[in-house]
């Protein structure tokens, strides 16, 4: 299997992470894990398996926020075009109801299949550039997900059932589950590149202890620590 990624114009780096590519000649098996975005992906190939939807070929597909990993099998001749949004801006660009889409793989627009240059559907497509969720999203991931909701409402001048609903609508997620796997991104970033003890990462990331990690970790991966 060949993976590669392509930055977007710089105009919409704040918005979408990358373009990515995925082709296979072979029979392959591939577990993704819950990263806060929302994707696109446009099946150029043939059919392949994600958990237990197929995916058609010459068919677009809207990917919701993962809170769990899910199994995609790849088929020979895979080929996969990705477009991965940036936490809370898919709804920039789009009105669907995240709510709908989270944990799911949904039949999408096919009119993605027709355009040649991404950065400029994606410049002309763009309907705002804000809105209230954005610095509150920014926030979350510079404090790796250990902000506390009561410390974050009043930081940003919002209730929590403003913020629940807000949530809701942009990430299709509750904002302690967005916060959770944010967390759980930055501990494996850590665990892979850190030479601190599990105990200490856990104390660092606010778990009650390495039991609790551990727990976290499976959740998110299937996998203990370990085995990362």
């Known amino acids: 299997m060949s993976y590669h990624q392509y930055k977007p114009h710089p105009a919409l780096h704040p918005y979408i992470d990358a373009y990515w590519t995925v082709t296979s000649g072979s029979q392959t098996s591939t577990r993704i894990l819950p990263d806060g975005c929302v994707d696109l992906i446009c099946n150029l190939g043939s059919p392949l398996t994600s958990d237990n939807t197929i995916l058609a070929p010459d068919n677009v597909y809207l990917i919701g926020t993962m809170t ?15 477009i991965r949004f940036k936490p ?42 804000h809105h209230v969720l ?58 892979r590149h850190n030479t601190e003890s599990l105990e200490t990462i856990a104390f660092m990331n606010g ?10 970790i499976k959740k998110y991966t299937g996998h203990t620590p370990v085995q990362l």
């Not at 769990?68 to 990705?82: A, M, V």
């Not at 801006?89 to 999408?108: G, R």
């Open 207 to 216: 778990f009650y202890d390495h039991a609790h990690l551990t727990h976290e």
């Open 68 to 82: 769990r990993f899910s199994e995609t099998i790849n088929h020979p001749d895979t080929h996969l075009l990705g």
């Open 88 to 129: 809370g801006a898919f709804a920039l660009f789009y009105d669907h109801p995240l709510h709908e889409a989270a944990d799911q793989c949904i039949e999408f627009e096919r009119s993605l299949l027709d355009v040649r240059n991404l950065d400029q559907y994606f410049l002309d497509k763009q309907k705002h550039k």
């Open 134 to 191: 954005l610095p509150i999203i920014e926030d979350i991931i510079a404090q790796n997900g250990t902000s506390k909701i009561s410390t974050l409402t009043k930081k940003h001048f919002i209730t929590e059932r403003q913020l629940e609903r807000c949530f809701k609508q942009y990430t299709g997620i509750s904002p302690k589950a967005f916060s959770n796997i944010i967390r759980f991104r930055a501990v494996i970033n850590q665990i």
